[in-house]
């Protein structure tokens, strides 16, 4: 059975995007980035709920081809391409980069895939992720909390049915007083 994580950068005040999905706040330092690119590697397939796949598809296609890309940020746009990705939406009409869309029920359909044999996937996209936690499918959360507050925008946690019980796994401190708290649902 595959694990399903869901790992974001987010405010102190616990948002992924500022309103008008502004995500420019959350821009990694080269210490953090690695992280993240350690953490996709060991991916074997990516989950995107719409908007996401369309911040990651505008840009990572070709990211290791941008002026001034670093060796981690070459190797992440290598490894976001290779990776298979099951994009989630009802209004796009086609993926592309190893990618193939489902517009059916998402929870029924993650359920499916975590059955099967094989790695960790990871969900991302707010509405996507929301969906999968109310149905008590994600194993692991990693919230990579930067020192600002947005004030509103789209939050981390979608709101749930009852209580998540959750066990502490790992903390790191990053340059810049990001900290990283890693936990896995308690069943």
């Known amino acids: 059975m595959r694990r399903l994580r869901y ?47 369309e911040i990651m598809s505008s840009y990572w296609p070709t990211g290791d081809q941008q002026p001034g890309a670093t060796p981690a940020q070459i190797e992440f746009a290598q490894n976001w391409r290779d990776t298979p ?20 029920d998402a929870v029924a359909e993650i359920t499916r895939l975590k059955a099967e044999d094989g790695g960790p996937m990871r ?17 692991e959360y990693a919230v990579v909390t930067h020192p600002v507050l947005l004030g509103g925008g ?17 903390t790191r401190t990053f340059s810049g007083g990001v900290t990283m708290n890693r936990y896995e649902t308690r069943r």
Do not use: C, H
């Open 7 to 53: 790992g974001m950068n987010v405010s102190l005040d616990g948002y992924i995007a500022a309103p008008g999905d502004n995500i420019g706040w959350s821009e990694p330092n080269d210490e953090l980035f690695q992280w993240w690119l350690d953490e996709e590697v060991a991916i074997e397939l990516f989950l995107y709920g719409r908007k996401l796949w």
């Open 154 to 170: 789209t939050p981390f946690f979608s709101a749930l049915d009852g209580w998540v019980n959750l066990n502490p796994v790992e």
């Open 123 to 139: 969900v991302g996209g707010a509405a996507l992720a929301g969906a999968a936690m109310r149905a008590g499918l994600i194993d």
């Open 85 to 104: 990705k099951v994009v989630f939406s009802s209004t796009i009409d086609t993926v592309d980069w190893n990618a193939r869309l489902f517009d059916g």
